[in-house]
């Protein structure tokens, strides 16, 4: 199932100009509307928050130049544009919209918000992909901005610029408009006599059944004008979703249609085929909604809110990680006597009968975090202070101490667990999880780490469903950079050479983790000087590439991997241990015979071998076709799922006269320029004559080295950039016999290459 990081327009009911309420939209960025007219922002940095701080961040600051304001909105699926409407009706525009409202020399600050005179008075507004919706006060809807699909409503379609004219238009043959909404290329509106409109893109049904979407062709049909949605009739309120939209009837209905993949409108989820609009059991008695990313919150008349859909990060209100959640309550809004709901991508709030509001879900600030207080990413209801700024750093973050939430979750066969994190012989960390209570599947603890390499152990037991209680054990080591893993890996091998640098990372670890793998071992080979290599080439009678002369000469022959393996992770070799590509296949499916006799291989070389025996049938036919050139092509490397190949007789010359070289990928298919086919070993027919033979090195030995380390539990975490970054430790799953103690390691921290 795929989900993208989008999210919705959500159009409450309007309000009297003179009445302002606490409101919050959200997208990638959290606005926060006060009760004073001010708008807050958070989140990840962008034109929308209204500054050019280039970080992300939980705190809320005011945004400059915007007062006595009514209403905001916010593009949720780009989450780079913003409007607000004040108290004169007047609307401000900022972000990639707010192009609109400025000239050509006021484009470097769309972070400031412009007055957008040309629309006149309004009452409410909506923001889509690249255009906008806007209710006047004669009761009908203006848009502007791209009109590709015809989401404008006027009739037409129109390729080119997002801002196809600067001046809005009157939707013709619509009147009384009580509510706009927008998402993506689509526009909905509704209409006093509680009748729903929509026009733009029909994709995920949004536009109803008779829009005539069809996921499986991928047809699309736009619809220029506003078509009415069939079977909606006294509706009251609307809502758009990423994938789906939500409807309210004067009895107290809630409507749905479009997508259902996460099981935001009923369960089963379907992927697939859109929902027509119907009534969606279990929202009875509804007095409020809002769609979602996928999605649905309901605030019901008895004061009890009810959700369902996408759960990965809580935005259903429990602390969840469900794909797909089904019809629940939120128990933690119980007795909070809660007003308005607000749902965002992947955060939701609500307001309460005092003009307090409260956040829940994601709070992670690149993705719209809104809780400067929290250690945590994932939150449970709590209530935002737009006052309270991030905790002064603690004597260790000022000595360059690196912020890390230690994470654990039970898992799906799991009814309770106790989990011990020790760090360098000290237990820093206690989490007692037990499925009875609300959240309590999910723990975490902040934890301040130096510079350096730290020895850790995970002990604890658990008890699983279908079965007793269980110990668990794991051991492994933390690697804090203070600039990132790779940049002082890559730092060190330019002051010291790179495999001084690798063998000296190695050894760090292996101080405090004896046991660490042998895949990191690190064999060397002589050197190969410039006589040698000169000698080499007159006995063959072809010059060696240029790239690999100097990179041999100044790093000699290596090999990253298990002692004895025929296929290292890294390994560079001089002319004289250089096989052809013939012989190395050849070696290479006889071999393939000792994975059915189960001979013990190093893990290395039973991943290698078992490709070869996947792609047997392709590699016989490309020795016949190429035999006579791989026994002359060479290896002169491996690293990765490549090799680094010396080709004598390319087929146009290089420039010096020097050899050809490429680095192939082993089983990638190529297109058969002879026939057209596509197939693997294509690349036997092709060369290149330069290539950045050093650089393809480092970057292999660096990715081996992580790989490797990983491999037995090593996690790697950075020295955050800002105050707000946090990194995540979580405990992973071994794998596990079923006997004896389970074993965990850390995942999570710096995500580097492997």
């Not at 130049?65 to 401000?92: E, K, M, P, T, Y």
């Not at 690249?130 to 379609?157: E, P, W, Y």
């Not at 996928?294 to 008349?301: A, F, N, P």
């Not at 020895?455 to 279908?466: D, I, K, N, P, Q």
Request: hydrophobic share 40%; aromatic share 6%; net charge negative.
């Amino acid at each position: 199932m795929i989900r993208m990081f989008l999210s919705l327009v959500l159009c409450l009911p309007l309000q009297a100009l003179a009445e302002a309420s606490a409101q919050i939209v959200a997208g990638s960025q959290v606005l926060w509307l006060q009760s004073d007219g001010t708008v807050w922002a958070s989140g990840d940095a962008d034109p929308v928050r209204g500054d050019k701080d280039p970080e992300p961040r939980r705190v809320f600051r005011p945004i400059a130049g915007l007062a006595r304001i009514q209403s905001i909105a916010i593009n949720h699926n780009s989450s780079d544009s913003a409007a607000a409407v004040d108290a004169d009706g007047a609307l401000w525009l900022w972000g990639n919209i707010g192009s609109l409202a400025c000239t050509k020399e006021c484009r470097d600050e769309l972070h400031l918000p412009r007055r957008y005179g040309a629309i006149g008075r309004v009452r409410a507004v909506a923001l889509g992909e690249n255009h906008l919706l806007a209710i006047g006060l004669d009761g009908k809807v203006r848009s502007v901005g791209a009109n590709d699909v015809g989401q404008l409503g006027q009739g037409t379609m129109q390729e080119g610029a997002r801002d196809q004219s600067s001046l809005p238009r009157v939707i013709e043959g619509l009147s009384d408009i009580v509510a706009v909404a927008a998402q993506g290329d689509t526009s909905l509106i509704l209409r006093g006599d509680g009748t729903v409109w929509g026009m733009g893109s029909s994709r995920f049904g949004l536009l109803g059944r008779q829009s005539l979407w069809k996921p499986l062709d991928f047809a699309d049909p736009p619809q220029t004008r506003p078509i009415r949605l069939q079977g909606l009739e006294q509706i009251k309120a609307i809502s758009l979703g990423r994938f789906h939209a939500l409807a309210l009837d004067a009895r107290g209905q809630v409507w749905g249609w479009g997508g259902n993949e996460s099981a935001q409108l009923a369960s089963p989820a379907l992927d697939l085929y859109p929902q027509a609009p119907r009534v969606l059991q279990g929202f009875e008695g509804a007095g409020v909604i809002a769609a979602g990313d996928d999605y649905s919150l309901v605030l019901k008349r008895d004061g009890s809110v009810w959700a369902r859909g996408g759960n990965v990060y809580g935005t259903l209100g429990d602390g969840g990680d469900e794909l797909e959640g089904d019809l629940r309550r939120v128990q933690a809004l119980d007795g909070k006597a809660v007003t308005a709901l607000f749902a965002g991508d992947y955060n939701a709030f609500a307001r309460l009968a005092d003009g307090s509001m409260l956040g829940w879900g994601t709070n992670a600030a690149s993705v719209g975090g809104f809780e400067a207080g929290s250690a945590s990413d994932t939150l449970l209801p709590v209530a935002l202070d737009r006052q309270r700024q991030l905790p002064a750093p603690s004597a260790a973050v000022k000595a360059g101490a690196a912020r890390v939430v230690f994470i654990s979750e039970l898992g799906s066969d799991q009814v309770d667990e106790h989990t011990e994190l020790w760090v360098d012989g000290a237990r820093v960390a206690v989490l007692d999880l037990d499925r009875s209570s609300a959240r309590s599947h999910r723990g975490q603890v902040a934890l301040e780490l130096m510079p350096g390499v730290h020895a850790y152990e995970l002990r604890g037991s658990m008890r699983v469903v279908a079965g007793g209680a269980r110990n668990f054990v794991g051991k492994g080591a933390i690697v804090v950079s203070a600039q990132g893993v790779e940049t002082d890996f890559q730092a060190a091998a330019k002051s010291q050479g790179l495999l001084q640098a690798y063998a000296a990372a190695v050894e760090a670890v292996r101080a405090v983790l004896p046991q660490l793998d042998v895949r990191v071992q690190l064999q060397r080979g002589n050197s190969a000087d410039a006589a040698a290599l000169d000698a080499y080439e007159a006995a063959q009678g072809r010059k060696l590439p240029l790239a690999y002369r100097q990179l041999i000469g100044e790093l000699g022959a290596f090999s990253l991997g298990e002692p004895g393996s025929r296929y290292p992770s890294v390994a560079l070799y001089t002319p004289e241990q250089m096989p052809s590509v013939e012989a190395w296949v050849a070696q290479a499916m006889a071999r393939t015979s000792e994975l059915d006799g189960k001979i013990k291989l190093s893990p290395r070389d039973h991943d290698m071998l078992d490709s070869f025996r996947v792609h047997a049938d392709e590699l016989a036919t490309a020795r016949k076709r190429l035999a006579a050139e791989w026994s002359q092509e060479r290896l002169g490397a491996l690293f990765g799922e490549a090799a680094y190949l010396i080709v004598p007789r390319p087929g146009e010359p290089c420039a010096s006269g020097r050899a050809h070289q490429r680095i192939a990928d082993f089983f990638e298919p190529e297109m058969d320029e002879k026939n057209g086919d596509e197939r693997y070993f294509a690349w036997a027919d092709t060369a290149e004559c330069e290539l950045d033979l050093a650089t393809e090195i480092h970057a292999a030995v660096f990715a081996h080295y992580t790989a490797a380390l990983r491999a037995s539990g090593v996690v790697f975490v950075r020295v955050p950039r800002n105050d707000d970054e946090r990194q995540s430790l979580i405990t992973e799953r071994m794998d596990d016999s079923g006997k004896g103690d389970l074993h965990l390691r850390l995942g999570g921290g710096e995500s580097v290459a492997e």
